[in-house]
């Protein structure tokens, strides 16, 4: 029976791994000039914290994504919840803006071992024929944490001050290492012995799969980079009027994760193009979605949508195509994402000077399209 609800438990389990990673992520951007206040800062020194964070992740993915086909599941990301913990307490305690880029990068390290760990743990422990199904529900912690941990750090933030934001993901940080450590005790990842990242950069398969999640990532890291302030200047709104359509970006991407736990897609080559098309066709349509409040809530739901089913296409190919060294793929895959965390917004902020936001959803269709066609003729 015990045995039971463990099993029950372990997909929940690693759903808060995810959430907890986006939590961290996001809660910083609505409390940064709090900080900075509280620090006697400027907010851009503040902000250096996300970028160190964005760096030690690539980083630490590239340098320990084999670490989870070496040892138990449990343990690894029991250990990456344990460190991401210390990081958001040594966060909270920060007495100067140094010394928070140094915990956030400490925070990067956890990252980089446990959401790829979380990623191939989930395709791993699924049945035949549900890893979508299960992937998707995982993925969906990532909507969980921007829909949540967004506004509450705001408000946590306003009413007993910023520090208690981070001691509160230290608590959760806590909870969920102690969930993955009992939920998956004996689970192990790789099918055969253990490869390095570089010889995981050669499976068949793998290169053009980095490759088109490098194209799809900068395209919604340098698109989401400018979206709020995009709506603000269409619309004339304050930060809450576009925190708004963050929440529909949000829904939309927590709806399509629970709707491929319903129907549990198989993944082909043309299910992968028939989505880049959409979502290709979702970024092209910003330009028409900027003349209407109303149209662009209704976009939002629908980029959400479709870019949970595309990070879930893209994630379940990869772990296909390397069964014995899925925390070594997953870990390339966390670099490359983090990478186009850097690349996007730096791409696209001359594009946004210069055009708009509807330019920079123009060329986000266009690097989505540019993906598109690799997958028709490589994969």
């Given at each position: 029976?015990?045995?039971?609800i463990l099993?029950?438990?372990?997909?929940?389990?690693?759903?808060?791994?995810?959430?907890?990673?986006?939590?961290?992520?996001?809660?910083?951007?609505?409390?940064?000039?709090?900080?900075?206040?509280?620090?006697?800062?400027?907010?851009?020194?503040?902000?250096?914290?996300?970028?160190?964070?964005?760096?030690?992740?690539?980083?630490?993915?590239?340098?320990?994504?084999?670490?989870?086909?070496?040892?138990?599941?449990?343990?690894?990301?029991?250990?990456?919840?344990?460190?991401?913990a210390?990081?958001?307490?040594?966060?909270?305690?920060?007495?100067?803006?140094?010394?928070?880029?140094?915990?956030?990068?400490?925070?990067?390290?956890a990252?980089?071992?446990?959401?790829?760990?979380?990623?191939?743990?989930?395709?791993?422990?699924?049945?035949?024929?549900?890893?979508?199904?299960?992937?998707?529900?995982?993925?969906?912690?990532?909507?969980?944490?921007?829909?949540?941990?967004?506004?509450t750090?705001?408000?946590?933030?306003?009413?007993?001050?910023?520090?208690?934001?981070?001691a509160?993901?230290?608590?959760?940080?806590?909870?969920?290492?102690?969930?993955?450590?009992?939920t998956?005790?004996?689970?192990?990842?790789?099918?055969?012995?253990?490869?390095?990242?570089?010889?995981?950069a050669?499976?068949?398969?793998?290169?053009?799969?980095?490759?088109?999640?490098?194209?799809?990532?900068?395209?919604?890291?340098?698109?989401?980079?400018?979206?709020?302030?995009?709506?603000?200047r269409?619309?004339?709104?304050?930060?809450?009027?576009?925190?708004?359509?963050?929440?529909?970006?949000?829904?939309?991407?927590?709806?399509?994760?629970?709707?491929?736990?319903?129907l549990?897609?198989?993944?082909?080559?043309?299910?992968?193009?028939?989505?880049?098309?959409?979502?290709?066709?979702?970024?092209?349509?910003?330009?028409?979605?900027?003349?209407?409040?109303?149209?662009?809530?209704?976009?939002?739901?629908?980029?959400?949508?479709?870019?949970?089913?595309?990070?879930?296409?893209?994630?379940?190919?990869?772990?296909?195509?390397?069964?014995?060294?899925?925390?070594?793929?997953?870990?390339?895959?966390?670099?490359?994402?983090?990478?186009?965390?850097?690349?996007?917004?730096?791409?696209?902020?001359p594009v946004?000077?210069?055009?708009?936001?509807?330019?920079?959803?123009?060329?986000?269709?266009?690097?989505?399209?540019?993906?598109?066609?690799?997958?028709?003729?490589?994969?």
């Open positions: 029976m015990q045995n039971r099993l029950g438990l372990r997909v929940p389990s690693l759903l808060m791994g995810v959430m907890m990673v986006g939590a961290n992520s996001f809660v910083l951007s609505p409390i940064l000039s709090n900080v900075a206040a509280d620090l006697d800062a400027y907010p851009a020194q503040v902000a250096w914290a996300i970028s160190a964070f964005g760096a030690a992740t690539a980083l630490s993915a590239l340098a320990f994504g084999t670490v989870i086909d070496r040892w138990p599941a449990g343990q690894v990301l029991a250990g990456g919840a344990l460190v991401l210390l990081a958001q307490a040594l966060s909270g305690l920060s007495s100067g803006w140094v010394w928070l880029c140094v915990a956030q990068a400490i925070a990067g390290v990252t980089g071992v446990l959401l790829p760990g979380a990623y191939a743990t989930t395709a791993a422990t699924a049945p035949e024929g549900r890893a979508p199904a299960r992937l998707g529900f995982v993925l969906t912690g990532w909507a969980i944490s921007l829909v949540l941990a967004v506004p750090a705001a408000f946590v933030a306003e009413q007993s001050g910023w520090r208690m934001v981070y509160l993901l230290c608590g959760t940080s806590l909870a969920t290492a102690g969930c993955l450590f009992m998956l005790p004996r689970v192990h990842n790789a099918m055969s012995g253990p490869i390095g990242p570089l010889e995981a050669k499976l068949p398969g793998v290169p053009t799969l980095l490759v088109i999640m490098f194209a799809y990532m900068t395209a919604f890291y340098g698109s989401f980079a400018f979206y709020g302030e995009g709506l603000r269409a619309f004339g709104i304050n930060a809450q009027g576009a925190g708004l359509f963050v929440l529909a970006y949000g829904l939309g991407f927590g709806a399509a994760g629970i709707g491929l736990g319903v549990a897609p198989r993944i082909s080559r043309g299910y992968v193009l028939s989505i880049f098309v959409c979502l290709a066709l979702s970024y092209g349509g910003w330009r028409s979605a900027l003349t209407s409040p109303v149209l662009a809530f209704l976009a939002a739901i629908v980029w959400g949508g479709l870019n949970q089913l595309g990070l879930n296409a893209l994630v379940i190919s990869l772990n296909r195509k390397a069964q014995a060294a899925r925390g070594a793929v997953m870990g390339l895959n966390s670099a490359v994402t983090y990478s186009a965390v850097f690349a996007g917004p730096a791409f696209m902020g946004y000077a210069a055009l708009g936001f509807a330019g920079v959803t123009t060329v986000a269709a266009v690097s989505v399209s540019i993906g598109a066609l690799i997958a028709w003729k490589d994969l």
